[in-house]
């Protein structure tokens, strides 16, 4: 796969001057889709997405037309579309393009999801601090208001309702989960649900909600333009479509890329990213999906491809897709230990497995990386793991405990020098 | 979890007639019945209009006038990272050390930081110009290390270009 022959889906719009505004989408054909779709059955929408085999991008990889499909037909209550906007799983920055150059693919991609579910009111919650991104999302939204694509009458259709409010989250991690969103968006802290009852059923304000990452409903309208089974015919089997992936750490280009599914991570980091600072042969190791997805090794990484099962059979995950490179120079107990400290901090405090949990995982990882590392510190470490995962009302206990359980495994000698030497292996 | 501080040289806060608008405006944009979803924007706003952080008056304040019981409107202060329970500077200086910037340098990047402004996490200067804090990932990965400095990001920082910018602060 070179780089001149991918397919820009959610992306396509990106370089052209001034593609935040509605001028430029129009140009570019945009809000044709939703009104293909409005023309459409509800139900004929939600199976072109399924036909499309689009997946959540916010990490969890649930299948998008699904999801939809959950929500009760035949249900008096009102029904709410979320937009997951709170970008904030560390290595990750890929919506950050969509909401601030190309903000009117995103709304039009929640007209069409609304429509599908009979939401008549949508938010988008973007994290606090994209404050810039914010000002931009509000104007688009503003605009899209003004020229009658939302409201009263979307798209100029009777009976057809969308209103759309951008809530700014106030920063916490923990809110990125996607009933901790429900409860921040009712003015409370965010912590998570216990579930079930779903979302789908029980979500905002008590009402059947679909929530649903940037990315994901970014992809909706090429989806209603050229048909699910064009998009199904991208990236590979159970993984199909493109991807956005943010490409950090030691590359000689970094950047958000996208590229479709499948494509082996040696040929992302080489020919999309510049390649890795120093050359192949200094990689160290990857981590591939985000913060809480374990770390591959470099011979890992030489072979494994971008997609849901390729990663998960290589012991990782394609999470949000925020693959984070480390060169040799890297000590991986110090990079582990940064994350651990992270999740400690991050932690809501609901979960005894969790709070307690990330405190003494964070502690223990820095007493190895700080040369005081005692005998027996690592099966504590796993032990600690083993008591989280699993064990917490959401998933932050094991995207806590996943990366120092992976990166035990992948590179165990260096948790034993450490242990052993006090010092680093690295140098 | 720090305590709620008192601000001794304000009097009772109260919302501007046109910052009144503004809550108006904000409960708007909730379905009906639902006004107890505006109550993060609220904070916001009062935030910027108190001088930049949420005294334990103000935060009855908005209790009072949102009609949520103070407990409430406590938690969800002291919940999220970006209500000031504290005074901070002109400039929040806010750096993140996450992996990504890690990976890229932000050791440098806050050692050059800490030089210029004397400052260490957490603390403003005597002149409430600075306030340095250090954050979890703000979402700018590829474009590490980088800064917030109140409603900005500067990305791709070295320690010279982070003088610089400083520098050039009004």
Known sequence: MSKSAQTLVVYRNLQL?????????????????????????RDEVIEEVKKSGLRGRGGAGFPAGLKWSFIPKKDPRPRYLVCNADEGEPGTCKDREILRHDPHLLIEGMIIAAYAVQAEWGFIYIRGEFYREYERLQAAVDEAYGAGLLGDRVLGRDGVRFQLTVHRGAGAYVCGE???????????????????????????????????????????????????????????DKSSGTKLFSVSGHVNRPGNYEVELGIPLKTLIEEHAGGVRGGWENLKGVIPGGSSTPVL???????????????????????????????????????????SRFYRHESCGQCT???????WLSQVMNRIENGRGEKGDIALLKEIC???????????????????????KAFPEEFDYHVEHGRCLVG | ????????????????????????????????????????????????????????EALDYVAELTE?????????????????????????????????????????????????????????????????????????????????????????????KVAEIIDRLP
């Open chain 1, 17 to 41: 001057d001034g593609s935040h505004t509605l001028a430029v989408a129009r140009q570019r054909g945009g809000y044709q889709a939703a009104e293909k779709a409005l023309a459409m059955s």
């Open chain 2, 1 to 56: 979890m720090s305590e709620l501080q008192k601000n001794s040289n304000m009097r009772r806060p109260r919302f501007s007639p046109e910052s009144l608008r503004e809550v108006e405006a904000i409960y708007r944009r909730y379905p009906p019945g639902q006004r107890r979803s505006a109550l993060m924007p609220i904070l916001f706003l009062a935030q910027r209009e108190f001088g930049g952080w949420l005294s334990r």
């Open chain 1, 178 to 236: 996607e009933t901790g969103l429900v409860e921040s968006l009712e003015g409370k802290k965010g912590q998570p649900r216990l579930k079930p009852p779903f979302p789908a059923n029980v979500g905002l304000y008590g009402c059947p909600t679909v929530i649903n990452n940037v990315e994901t409903l970014a992809a909706v309208p090429a989806i209603l333009e050229r048909g699910g089974a064009w998009y199904a015919g991208l990236g590979v």
């Open chain 1, 386 to 408: 083993t008591n989280m995962s699993g064990k917490t009302i959401c998933a932050l206990g094991d995207a806590a405990a996943m990366p120092v359980v992976g990166a035990i």
């Open chain 1, 353 to 359: 497995p969790c709070r307690e949990g990330t405190g």
């Open chain 1, 297 to 339: 090794t470099a011979v890992a990484c030489a072979t494994v491809t971008m997609d849901y099962d390729s990663l998960a059979k290589a012991g990782s995950m394609l999470g949000a897709g925020s693959v984070i490179v480390m060169d040799k120079s890297v000590c991986i107990v110090r990079a582990i230990a940064r994350l």
């Open chain 2, 68 to 160: 949520i019981p103070p407990v409430r409107v406590y938690e969800v202060a002291t919940f999220y990272t970006m209500y000031n329970l504290k005074p901070v500077g002109k400039y929040h200086v806010q750096v993140c050390t996450n992996i990504s910037c890690w990976l890229c340098g932000s050791d440098g990047v806050v050692q050059a930081l800490r030089n210029k402004l004397r400052l260490k996490w957490g603390e403003t200067g005597d002149d409430n110009r600075f306030t340095l804090t250090e954050v979890e990932c703000l979402g700018a990965c590829v474009n590490a290390p980088m800064m917030q400095i109140n409603d900005d990001y500067y990305e791709d920082l070295t320690p010279d």
